[in-house]
């Protein structure tokens, strides 16, 4: 069964960097599939980040484009976040998780549980 | 990018209610539209891919409809353990858009 999990800090400064890790079991990621971020703040709507192939290819919210970068190692079979100068509008539950189509682009239905990151001083 | 809305963004609806919840997007996107199901503190859980097709597992009672710009997500009796949160998203193009969110409360 395939399970992703978030981990990373919980708390980061404001204009910092903020770092997650999704790491995947009972799926390699090289065999296939985008894999992407999706964040939600409290109490708001969900918001795609941006997504990956095992390849490194990469597709990104323009919204959020110039702050992000997604990256992936296969040989721990994992992929990562990081979102630059982060301020309180980042604080959101972010989660990962696998794209269920053949094409670039798809619906999601492995999730992880999520990990809340609050943007503070 | 693509917007979605979704309308109601929320309602109140009892035991055994027939439920409707409309998504529309601001251009053309196929079928390429699926339904979430959101519970507090939880990851959203598939129900629908491709507009149509119900995942594997999800109960029959659930629905979806729709093409081009219009869809609906029906839920043919509501159960006391559908009462969450529901978001639609298109993945007919990057980026990636998910609808504002319609919560089923208990009347």
């Known amino acids: 069964q395939v399970q992703l999990q978030e981990s990373g800090p919980g708390l980061v400064k404001p204009s910092e960097t903020l770092s997650l890790t999704c790491a995947v079991s009972?799926?390699?990621?090289?065999?296939?599939?985008?894999w992407g971020w999706i964040r939600q703040p409290p109490g708001k709507g969900l918001e795609w980040i941006g997504s990956?192939?095992?390849?490194?290819?990469?597709y990104y919210n323009p919204s959020l484009k110039s702050r992000v970068t997604i990256s992936v190692d296969t040989s721990k079979n994992q992929f990562s976040l990081k979102l630059s100068s982060v301020t309180a509008a980042d604080t959101a539950v972010y989660y990962c998780?696998?794209?269920?189509?053949?094409?670039?682009?798809?619906?999601?239905?492995?999730w992880g549980q999520g990990t809340l990151v609050t943007v503070s001083s | 990018a693509i917007q979605l809305t979704q309308s109601p963004s929320s309602l109140s609806a009892s035991v055994g209610d027939r439920v409707t919840i409309t998504c529309r997007a601001s251009?053309?996107?196929?079928?390429?539209l699926a339904w979430y199901q959101q519970k507090p503190g939880k990851a959203p859980k598939l129900l629908i891919y491709?507009?149509?097709s119900l995942e594997s597992g999800v109960p029959s009672r659930f629905s979806g409809s729709g093409s081009g710009t219009d869809f609906t997500l029906t839920i043919s009796s509501l159960q006391p353990e559908d009462f969450a949160t529901y978001y639609c998203?298109?993945?007919?193009?990057?980026?990636?858009?998910f609808g504002g969110g319609t919560k089923v409360e208990i009347k």
């Open positions: 990956i192939y095992h390849s490194g290819s990469t």
């Open positions: 998203q298109q993945f007919n193009s990057y980026p990636q858009t």
């Open positions: 009972g799926y390699s990621i090289s065999s296939g599939y985008y």
């Open positions: 251009q053309g996107i196929s079928s390429a």
């Open positions: 491709d507009a149509s």
């Open positions: 998780a696998r794209q269920e189509s053949p094409y670039s682009s798809g619906w999601y239905y492995y």
